[in-house]
T-cell receptor
Framework: GAGVSQSPSNKVTEKGKDVELRCDPI?????LYWYRQSLGQGLEFLIY????????KSGLPSDRFSAERTGGSVSTLTIQRTQQEDSAVYLC??????????????FGSGTRLTVV | AQKITQTQPGMFVQEKEAVTLDCTYD???????LFWYKQPSSGEMIFLIY??????QNATEGRYSLNFQKARKSANLVISASQLGDSAMYFC??????????FGAGTRLTVKP
């Protein structure tokens, strides 16, 4: 597609429920990133996918968070047993590979998650 | 270690005036890119401007220009003729070869009518 697409744009869930957030990157972008942004805060790195390589999960805050990327394209971020502190905007970005230092990230419009 | 530093948590500017948002970075690489993103209240991260480490001229994109001072490791964003729609969070970022993009903490700009 022309841009990075994220769905849903807004999600309200009850504490303890599982949620799935979807990201469809730009075609041809091999790198995909998930970030979390709490209200008024900066970007917190969660996970990075590069092609078919094993993902860099170093930013995932707990084992309730997981992500997968199918066929090197669409990615799903899953949060199990949601807690109120999981409330945030979840941003997805795609780009060319890491060696492309002169190429920026293209971000989706984000999913605003509210846990009540 | 903090790679990108934005020292201004908040800035105010009068409509139609120019404003400079500060950004300093830390790297020992020769090849790197510097980026500025705007994040309005809607939440989307919008790419504004890019400066490559080898570029000798300062980057410009419309009302945005990047004041690149390589020796000082500074990449300040200058917005000329501010508009009310410029009110947003602004993030400075750097990407080194074989590394992921690093973001500063952001500066919240408010344009006053």
């Amino acid at each position: 597609g022309a841009g990075v697409s994220q769905s849903p744009s807004n999600k309200v869930t009850e504490k303890g429920k599982d949620v799935e957030l979807r990201c469809d990157p730009i075609s041809g972008h091999t790198a995909l990133y998930w970030y979390r942004q709490s209200l008024g805060q900066g970007l917190e790195f969660l996970i990075y996918f590069q092609g078919n390589s094993a993902p860099d999960k170093s930013g995932l805050p707990s084992d309730r968070f997981s992500a997968e990327r199918t066929g090197g394209s669409v990615s799903t971020l899953t949060i199990q047993r949601t807690q109120q502190e999981d409330s945030a905007v979840y941003l997805c970005a795609s780009s060319l590979a890491r060696e492309k230092w002169d190429y920026g990230y293209t971000f989706g419009s984000g999913t605003r998650l509210t846990v009540v | 270690a903090q790679k990108i530093t934005q020292t201004q948590p908040g800035m105010f500017v009068q409509e139609k005036e120019a404003v400079t948002l500060d950004c300093t970075y830390d790297t020992s690489d020769q090849s790197y890119g510097l980026f500025w993103y705007k994040q309005p209240s809607s939440g989307e991260m919008i790419f504004l401007i890019y400066q490559g480490s080898y570029d000798e001229q300062n980057a410009t994109e419309g009302r945005y220009s990047l004041n690149f001072q390589k020796a000082r490791k500074s990449a300040n964003l200058v917005i000329s003729a501010s508009q009310l729609g410029d009110s947003a969070m602004y993030f400075c970022a750097m990407r080194e070869e074989w590394n992921d993009m690093r973001f500063g903490a952001g500066t919240r700009l408010t344009v006053k009518p």
